[in-house]
Nanobody, 118 residues
Framework: QVQLQESGPGLVKPSQTLSLTCTVSGASITTAYYHWSWIRQPPGKGLEWIGY???????YFSPSLKSRTSISGDTAKNQFTLQLSSATPEDTALYFC??????????WGQGTQVTVSS
């Protein structure tokens, strides 16, 4: 059974870096050919894809967020981390981590709420 669990601060101040970690169990983040993704849902809006890290550690980001986003993996802990710099209130959202297999999301984390506010 694959499980993903998001963790990180629920409140971030504007201009700070939003950092979230996804801990994976039941699967290795280095197993080909899975992609490990971050997705968010702002209040009252639809899902927005942020980016993903593939099994080799290569990363791909949404063009609208690329300049502020990084995703990195820790193979020893089987975790991957999202960092979104220069946070603004528009980054307030429910953040999910997920696994992509053959272009389909097959597992989701439960989601974690992040609010950007002073």
């Amino acid at each position: 059974q694959v499980q993903l669990q998001e963790s990180g601060p629920g409140l971030v101040k504007p201009s700070q870096t939003l950092s979230l970690t996804c801990t994976v169990s039941g699967a290795s983040i280095t197993t080909a050919y899975y992609h490990w993704s971050w997705i968010r849902q702002p209040p009252g809006k639809g899902l927005e894809w942020i980016g993903y890290m593939d099994y080799s550690g290569s990363t791909y980001f949404s063009p609208s967020l690329k300049s502020r986003t990084s995703i990195s993996g820790d193979t020893a802990k089987n975790q991957f981390t999202l960092q979104l710099s220069s946070a603004t209130p528009e980054d307030t959202a429910l953040y999910f981590c997920a696994r992509i297999s053959q272009s389909t999301i097959d597992y989701w984390g439960q989601g974690t709420q992040v609010t950007v506010s002073s």
